[in-house]
């Protein structure tokens, strides 16, 4: 299983801005695979929304 923040198009700047080295990856990854694309709001993100209204504070502290 890979999971990325980032569409397969900015592979490269995780490799050094090596795009040739991400395109070689995505091709060994997705040769076989079968593609997901999740949308909407992070369940992290909002049990954190959550966390910080109950104490009452900001997201910087």
Known sequence: M???GLPFGRWGETFSGD????????DQV???AQGLTLTGDSYHACQRGELLAKYNRTPSG
């Open 2 to 4: 890979v999971a990325s």
């Open 19 to 26: 795009d040739a080295v991400a395109a070689a990856m995505i």
């Open 30 to 32: 997705v040769y076989h």
